[in-house]
Every structure is written in C-alpha cells, then in structure tokens.
C-alpha cells in the first residue's frame, strides 16, 4: 500500500513537470489539444464522481457544461467590460444553482429513474437553449471574445496559447485536486457508503437523499466550471454544448478511462480528445468508431483503461514477488 | 371546433406512434430491468429501411411486413449476444451497452443515408384525404392510428388470453421465481426484447411518411418514451397506454395554446406526476 501511494506521488510528480515544461518545446496545436484535454478532464472527473462514487448514472451532465458556457459566453457578450474570471465565476454560480434546484427535484430518486430524469432535463434545456434565439443564437450558436487576464500590476494576454494553457491548467488543476480530496473527506466517504449500502448507512442515521443532492450540486459546479473555460477556450458556444451529446461525451470518457480509479477519467478524456483528433484526421465517421470502442470496452474491459493498467501492473508484481517470496503469499495490492 | 376535431385527432396520432414505442420499453424494462436505450434507434433503423426498401421495390406493404421482421431478427441477436454476455456485471453495464449500441446504430445511419432528411412518398389510397366530423383529414394519418390500436388490442389478446402472456407478465412481477418454476426466462427475455424491437420498427415505419426520416428521430422519440414509462410506471402496458394519450393531447395543444413553451410542457407533466406519485401512475412500488 505504502509504495503504491509513493509511485503514484511521484508519477503524479513527473506528469506535472511534463505538463508544465511541455509549452517550452512543443507546437502551438500540441498546446491547444493539452489545453482541451485538461477542460475535459475536469468535466470527466466531475461525472465520475457521480457515477464511479456515488454509482448514479447521470444523463444530465452535458446541461452544467453548456449552461456554464452559455452563461460566460452570453455575459461578455452582453458586458463588455467583464473581467476574465468575472465570466467564469459567472459561469460557474448558474450552473451550481441550476444543480442544486435539479437536486432538489431528483431528491428521492436513484437507478433507472436518476438516469430518466437526468435525461429530461437534459432534453429540456436543450430545447431552451434552441429557442431562446436572443440570449444563446439558437442553431447558429454564441461567439464568444476572450477577455484578458488582469493581474492589478501586469495584463495577461489571454490570446496567447501558451497563457491560456498556462491559466487553465492551473485553476483546472486545482478543481481536480479538490475532487481528488473531496473523495478523502468524510463527505466524500459517506457518498462511497451510500453506493455500497444505502439502507446501513440510514440506520447509522445519515440522510441519502441530502448527501445525494449536496454531490450533484457539487458535480454540477465543477461541470459549470468546465463549462465557462470550454467557452473561453473555444470563443463560440454551440447548442451541442449543451446537447446529450454532450453528456454522451463524458460517459464515454469516463468510461474509458475506468470508473473505479479517480484519475480514470483524467486519463480517458486525454485519451478521448488524442483518439477523436487522429481519427478525424483519417476519417469523418471517427464518432462510429469511438463508438465500437465503447461497446467493445463494455463487453470485454469493463474496468476500463486504468482498470486495464492496474491490473497489468498488478500481474507485473505478482510475478516479481513469487520469485522472491514464493507463490503462496498473496500480494498485497489486493485491497 | 374544427380546429379543436384536427388537434385531437394529431394528438391521437402521435399517442399511437408513442404507445408502439414505450409499449415494447416498458416490457422489457419489467422484466430485465434493463432501460433500453437503443429501443429508438430500432425505430429510426426501420424507417430508413422502409425508405430504401420502397426506393427498391416500390411497395409500401412489403415494407410494413419486411422492416418489422428484420428488426425483429436483429433485436434477437443483440439480446442473444451482446445483452446476455453482460448480464453478469449487473444493470449498469447493460444499459451502457444498450447506449452503446444506440450511438453505433445513430452513426451507421449518418454514414449509410446521410444527415439530410428523407422524403417518403407512398402511392395508393393512403395518400389522399377523408371527410369526417366535417374535417377533412389525410387517410394515412387514420391508418397510422388504426395501425396502433389493432396492435394495441392484440398485445393485449397476447398477454391476456394466451399462456405465453401469462408468462410474460409473471416474468414482469417476478423474472426469478418465473426461472425457478421451469419457464426458460433467457429465451422468454429474448423473444420480448426482439417483439419490442419489432414494435418499434412498426412505429418507424408507419411514422417515415407521416413525419420526415431524419437523425434525430430517435432522440426525439426516445426522450418522448422515456417520459410515458416514467408518467405511466414501470412495467406497466396500460399506464403506457394512457400515459400516451396523455403525451399525445398535450404535444398537439401545446403547440396550438402555447406554441412558445410546447416543448416545456411534457417535462412539466411529468414533474408534476413524480411530485405526486414517484412510481408513476399505474407503477407498483418495489
């Protein structure tokens, strides 16, 4: 356990260092994929919390993301003067609010009927998004401008690929280290505890329904947040922002990075956003594809990429360990 | 008055597009548990069948034999071996495989027929229009009905009246003690989920001329079921029924009363009946 938790230090320590050299060396358009690839790795890590934690499937999670981009985008469109993290704060509270309100509604429901519900509302404000011409531009979508940064002493250029890259990758980080740290807490617990046995744990006298709604509410947060830095790093919101689609997004995301590891997702969007740019580099049906690698992944690895490698690794020291040890002692990555 | 005779004939129209669609989801749902995802997509597969089967041969009742069939075929095989191999890893998996199936089906449509919507043109004495109730309305509109309630009445024979209905719906209330009887419940499951597939092929069908064959229809329609099980309760055929006629009235006066929140107006029923009745109208509490 212990060497396990100081490999993933300092792996951890030298995906960092990458990330943070890589705009030395690399070409404008490799940044722009990473940049791309850290937005939706926030937006995967928000939905595996509710679905690889708190085991609800959700279809629902596309509307945070569009909502949170469709809210920064329409107000610095209509505030020219919006400073930079303004819109994104912006951006953020609708998308946090709208949560806790479809929270409340969804209070009681779990399973089959979590996911129904999450897909209506989903429909429905899709279907606002469409309609309401004046504020989102309907099918023709929402140019967005890209303020820059102001620091009090020095303005930031946000036009800049490698200062974008640079300021996403920090407040994103951030937001996924606090996922990560949320699992720790004992909220994050109780929700874990919830997936496994709902009836024990309202016996020990927590309530379901309320740790249910406050997850959703803070999925709906960083989805939001996700979503303010996707129209800013895009300029232009589309209706698919918000569409199931969307959502579709971050479950195949999820899924193929493995639900049961919290960096699961990081590593399936990044796999995500590499697969969709080199397929549709060779071909325009690259969705198809990602498509059969779903199923595919669904029928034969349903632990995923990260279920995939630890198991590997797992395998890997089983064999070194027999050479020592023996083979009658189990290892003990077991647990 | 006449206005009002249209708009309640419209509604009545799409309740029986509906009703062939979520009646097949509902079962299934009742019986494995398994929310189908791609319950639409066969539908939408089945229009764009229609739509070359009658570029092909010209015939609007082959189709009506032919699509349903191959539909029920490939609904078979999906359950026999896509379904049945996940079963194992429990609910979650399957419904993730039946999405992924739906997404794969959606895009082989795009890449096959293209994204443009597709005309249907059906010669023949459907084509015209009747007088009733002193409005005139298209033939095929009451062919579409007429289509539903024989097939609503029949499902109803079938699961009423013969054994194999019996089974079905024990299988509805209680797969396992059904299994542990001796009722062999896979191929039980099988043959509902390729009926359900078939159905929905039906709808698809019958729904190409009336409304346009395009990508998004399945979507469309499979939000619009999903809403009916949820209004009329898991399981249930006739809280599908009613909860139909219900979507049907409300979409067709939406459109005519408050064309600007129509849309609204559905999800706005269905809250409504979860704030009153969470298992729906005609669901058992489990």
Known sequence: ?335 | MNVAIIFILHGLVYAGLLFLVSSGLTLVFGMMNVLNFAHASFYMLAAYFSYSLLRWTGNFWLCLLLCPFLLFVIGALIERFLLRKVHVFGHLHELLLTFGIAFIISEVVKWVWGTAPLPIQIGGFLDGNVTVFGVIYPTYRFFVLFCSILIGLLMGFLLLKTRMGITVRSAVDDSEMVNALGVNTPRVFMLVFALGAALSGLAGVISGPLLSINTGMATAILVDAFVVIVIGGFGSLIGAVIASLMIGQLQSFGVLLFPKISLALIYLLMAIVLIVKPSGLFGEKK
Not at chain 1, 49 to 62: E, T, V
């Open chain 1, 1 to 335: 356990m212990k060497r396990d938790s100081k490999t993933i230090q300092i792996l951890g320590l030298i995906i960092l260092f990458v990330l943070v050299l890589l705009p030395l060396v690399a070409r404008p358009y490799v940044i722009n994929l990473l940049t791309e690839m850290i937005i939706f790795s926030l937006y995967a890590v928000s939905y595996n919390l509710l679905l690889g934690f708190g085991g609800l499937l959700s279809f629902g999670h596309g509307m945070f993301l569009g909502l949170g981009a469709f809210t920064a985008g329409a107000m610095l469109q209509r505030v020219p003067v919006l400073p930079f993290f303004g819109a994104i704060f912006l951006g953020t509270l609708v998308a946090t609010v709208v949560g806790l309100g479809v929270g409340c509604l969804l209070l009681r429901q779990k399973g089959s009927y979590y996911a129904l519900l999450t897909l209506a509302f989903n429909a429905l404000f899709y279907a606002v998004a469409i309609k309401w011409h004046a504020v989102t531009g309907g099918d023709d979508g929402l140019p967005v401008k890209r303020p820059s940064l102001n620091l009090g002493l020095v303005q930031l250029p946000m036009s800049d690929v490698t200062v974008f890259y640079y300021v996403t990758l920090i407040v994103i980080g951030c937001a996924v280290l606090f996922c990560w740290y949320f699992t720790r807490t004992a909220m994050g617990k109780t929700v874990l505890l919830l997936r496994e046995n709902e009836e024990r744990m309202q016996f020990i006298g927590y309530n379901p329904a309320v740790s249910r709604m406050i997850l959703f509410t803070l999925t709906a947060f960083f989805a939001g947040l996700a979503g303010s830095f996707y129209a800013l790093f895009f300029k232009f919101v589309g209706v698919d922002a918000i569409s199931i689609d969307m959502t579709t997004t971050a479950l195949l995301m999820t899924f193929i990075g493995g639900t049961k590891n919290f960096f699961g997702p990081v590593l399936g969007a990044g796999f995500y956003i590499y697969f969709q740019n080199f397929l549709s580099n060779l071909t325009d049906r690259w969705p198809l594809f990602m498509g059969i690698l779903f199923v595919l992944m669904v029928l034969f690895v349903p632990q995923g990429l990260s279920g995939l490698i630890q198991s590997l690794v797992g395998l890997f020291q089983k064999k070194e360990k027999g050479k020592v040890v023996g083979k009658n002692n189990q290892p003990m990555d077991g647990e």
